[in-house]
């Protein structure tokens, strides 16, 4: 399974290089692909670096994590491109950094918001509910940190779960996209680093649908 992700900053960085240790071959993107070569370098043969149009072609699996007011433009220029592959998304809107699709995102619903920026493309909500350096630090740790996500399709669920395995963390499946919001920013989840159990009884209290773990 290849990777690629768009925006390869803190999160995307982190996480994706997290990838690269557990064995899979990672793109890392951004409109400045030579600025990423520090990064590829020290990942080693299995990273490399490229533009957003490269990796959308390289990655079976695709990882978003760009500020959100990005997600229409990357949505426009690329969104054929990423039509009916997983795309785990971990971008998060604030109000003031991210205009209208923010506004739209906090309105509507995050996940929602960006299956429609992002159309036939199989989404998961994913990596988004913490900070890079709890992902930098804390990823095989026993008992391994939960991270929650949501999504509509079983099969995107299951090799998201995967992924967030591969990192060294444990995947909670919190609901569909609509329960996406729980762990976003202002979610009664968001910044609940804990383990999956702790993560579950959380979201039993929290959200209306009842989480499962995978």
């Known amino acids: 399974m290849q990777i690629g992700v768009i925006g390869s900053g803190r999160i995307g960085g982190t996480v994706g290089g997290l990838w690269v240790k557990a064995g899979y071959p990672?793109?890392?993107s951004s409109r400045h692909p030579e600025q990423l070569k520090p990064l590829v370098d020290g990942l080693g043969p299995l990273a490399r670096?490229?533009?957003?149009?490269?990796?959308?072609?390289?990655?079976?699996v695709l990882f978003i994590a760009v500020p959100y007011g990005a997600l229409p433009e990357v949505g426009k220029e690329h969104g054929r491109g990423m039509a009916?592959?997983?795309?785990?998304d971990a971008t998060n809107a604030y109000r003031h950094r991210d205009g209208a699709a923010g506004e739209d995102a906090l309105a509507n619903g995050i996940g929602p918001t960006t299956a429609k920026y992002l159309p036939g493309a199989r989404i998961v909500r994913a990596f988004n509910f913490t900070?890079?350096?709890?992902?930098?630090?804390r990823?095989?740790?026993?008992?391994?940190?939960?991270?929650?996500?949501?999504?509509?399709?079983?099969?995107?669920?299951?090799?998201a779960s995967e992924l967030v395995r591969a990192a060294g963390f444990e995947p909670v499946v919190v609901g569909p996209l609509t329960i996406a919001d729980s762990f976003a920013?202002?979610?009664?989840l968001f910044r609940q680093?804990?383990?999956?159990?702790?993560?579950?009884?959380?979201?039993r209290a929290a959200v209306p649908a009842p989480p499962s773990g995978r």
């Open 139 to 159: 990823h095989h740790q026993e008992p391994r940190i939960a991270i929650p996500i949501a999504g509509d399709d079983r099969a995107a669920l299951d090799t």
């Open 193 to 203: 680093v804990g383990n999956a159990e702790e993560l579950r009884q959380k979201a």
């Open 185 to 188: 920013p202002g979610g009664p």
């Open 131 to 137: 900070s890079a350096s709890d992902f930098a630090t």
């Open 49 to 60: 670096a490229g533009t957003v149009a490269e990796a959308v072609a390289f990655g079976d």
């Open 26 to 28: 990672v793109l890392f």
């Open 84 to 88: 009916g592959k997983v795309v785990l």
